[in-house]
Nanobody, 121 residues
Framework: QVQLVESGGGLVQAGGSLRLSCAAS????????MAWYRQAPGKQRELVAT???????NYAGSVKGRFTISRDNGKNTVALQMSSLKPEDTAVYYC???????????????WGQGTQVTVSS
């Protein structure tokens, strides 16, 4: 079945950088948009960045200019390059993809397991 696997989370000092990666695997037919979300303790899940199949991107205002989302359609991967990190960026980051795969005949949203990003001050 379809699986999204994330990597790259960890502990970083404020002002530092991290690169998150997410690889989709399984019986994937096609992937449309991909995205990164995050959820801090006690807060709702927040959309961080999106990228279409063609490479058009959108960012939350809080990360614009600091984060960059990218994808490799050949490898079915999406990455989030995070720079100038702030303590308020601390959250569990989730990979998301709108894809056609598995036993489904329709596109559906799939989620990664989440990876912890902690930014110390």
């Amino acid at each position: 079945q379809v699986q999204l696997v994330e990597s790259g989370g960890g502990l970083v000092q404020a002002g530092g950088s991290l690169r998150l990666s997410c690889a989709a695997s399984g019986s994937i037919v096609s992937i449309n948009d991909m995205a990164w979300y995050r959820q801090a303790p006690g807060k709702q899940r927040e959309l961080v960045a999106t990228i279409t199949y063609g490479g058009s991107t959108n960012y939350a205002g809080s990360v614009k200019g600091r984060f960059t989302i990218s994808r490799d359609n050949g490898k079915n991967t999406v990455a989030l390059q995070m720079s100038s990190l702030k303590p308020e960026d601390t959250a569990v980051y989730y990979c998301n993809a709108d894809l056609l795969g598995g036993s489904s005949r329709m596109f559906a949203r799939y989620w990664g397991q989440g990876t912890q990003v902690t930014v110390s001050s």
